[in-house]
Structure formats: structure tokens, C-alpha cells
């Protein structure tokens, strides 16, 4: 079974309007951590924003904020007021234990983010 | 500045050659890893290292092997490339630290297997 799930593999958005990127995730282990990254067309990894499992908040980050719905293992990416600049590959990704104690990162499928003028 | 590189952007290899990507990074972190990127696959973690020559399989570590002989270097080997090898390669870093070790990655090396 897929632990993180990305169900849009693309959007379109209007400039300026705001858009939400949803990422499911399961696991059973109390503490973990969710993350976002952007891949731009030129390809780099650029680290968005971070949600701990015990955040009693919502993280922000300039335009981005996290929608972290922890009963529904949600945590939906929002960015507010949509730039052309905003156009790439969007990943969610989820914080776990390897077998022998160790952290490691499990992606999703991504979802490609399209900004119309 | 943080700073993860990678040996090459494009690669070029026939099949049964044996490949070496190359990752190092300026950070002086623990925790290195090797990822490929498919289309629809996302990234999919093929092994990863938290210390100087010890290493841990990720989830698609056949076919691959690593070697992480000093702190800042992690190799990553293709005894023999086969054309299902073709992918972008991805390689981060990250600190030990609990709660929020985010991955800081390099451009990543675009290998052809022909």
C-alpha cells in the first residue's frame, strides 16, 4: 500500500488565484514528519515547509501553509495567490523509521502545477 | 551556502558498463542518499547512508550498490547497467536530527543506458 498518495498528477490554476495540493499519508508510528518540495522544470529540489506530527499549528511559509488534518492523515499544501513562477512539480513526502532505526523519506507521485495568465 | 553536487548532469552508458555517480556535499552532514526519479514513480529511495561506511537498503536497491568512504562522498554504483537503469538520479543529505532533518538535494544526473 502506497504510505504517501498524491491523487492529482496535474493542475491548472489561474494566476493569482489560490490552489490546494492534496497528499494523504498512512502510517502507524506516532511521530513522523510531512514535508513539501518543488521541482521546477530545471530540475532541483527546493524545500517548501516542514509539519511535525505533534504541531499544534499549521505550518506557514510566506504564501505556503499546510492544511494538516491529522484524523484524516491529510496534509494538503495551499499556496495563496498563484504565480507563473509557481508553475513545477510539487511533492509530498513523509518522515519514517527505516527497519533498522534510521530516517529516511517517503515520496509521493507528485503533482504537476500549471499557472495560466 | 549549502551545497550538495553531483558528478555529471548527463551520462551516457551502454548496457553491461560498469557507472559511478558521484554526490558530495559541503554540509557536514550524516545522512546521505541515493534516489531515482521516474515519471508517475516519483523519487524512490535506492539505498542511503547514516555514517562514514555504513549504509541501508532503500526500497529498489537491486541492481545498485553504494560506498561512502568519507563523510562529505557517496557513490553510487551500477555493477552492470541494463536500459531499465535509465532515470534521473538524485542525491540529498541531510543532518541526524530528530523532528525535522529536511533533505537538501543536488541537481540530480540524467543517465541514458543504451
Known amino acids: 500500500a502506497q504510505k504517501i498518495t498524491q491523487t492529482q498528477p496535474g493542475m491548472f490554476v489561474q494566476e493569482k488565484e489560490a490552489v490546494t495540493l492534496d497528499c494523504t499519508y498512512d502510517t502507524s508510528d506516532p511521530s513522523y514528519g510531512l514535508f513539501w518540495y518543488k521541482q521546477p522544470s530545471s530540475g532541483e529540489m527546493i524545500f517548501l515547509i516542514y509539519q511535525g506530527s505533534y504541531d499544534q499549528q499549521n505550518a506557514t511559509e510566506g504564501r505556503y501553509s499546510l492544511n494538516f488534518q491529522k484524523a484524516r492523515k491529510s496534509a494538503n499544501l495551499v499556496i495563496s495567490a498563484s504565480q507563473l513562477g509557481d508553475s513545477a512539480m510539487y511533492f509530498c513526502a513523509m518522515r519514517e523509521e527505516s527497519n533498522f532505526g534510521n530516517e529516511k523519506l517517503t515520496f509521493g507521485t507528485g503533482t504537476r502545477l500549471t499557472i495560466i495568465p | 551556502d549549502v551545497k550538495v553536487t553531483q558528478s555529471s548532469r548527463y551520462l551516457v552508458k551502454r548496457t553491461g558498463e560498469k557507472v559511478f555517480l558521484e554526490c558530495v556535499q559541503d554540509?557536514?552532514?550524516?545522512?546521505m542518499f541515493w534516489y531515482r526519479q521516474d515519471p508517475g514513480l516519483g523519487l524512490r529511495l535506492i539505498y542511503f547512508s547514516y555514517d562514514v561506511k555504513m549504509k541501508e537498503k532503500g526500497d529498489i536497491p537491486e541492481g545498485y550498490s553504494v560506498s561512502r568512504e568519507k563523510k562529505e562522498r557517496f557513490s553510487l554504483i551500477l555493477e552492470s547497467a541494463s536500459t531499465n537503469q535509465t532515470s534521473m538520479y538524485l542525491c540529498?543529505?541531510?543532518?541526524?536530527?530528530?523532528?525535522?532533518?529536511?533533505?537538501?538535494f543536488g541537481p540530480g544526473t540524467r543517465l541514458t543506458v543504451l
Open positions: 554540509m557536514d552532514h550524516e545522512n
Open positions: 540529498a543529505s541531510s543532518f541526524t536530527a530528530k523532528n525535522y532533518n529536511e533533505q537538501f
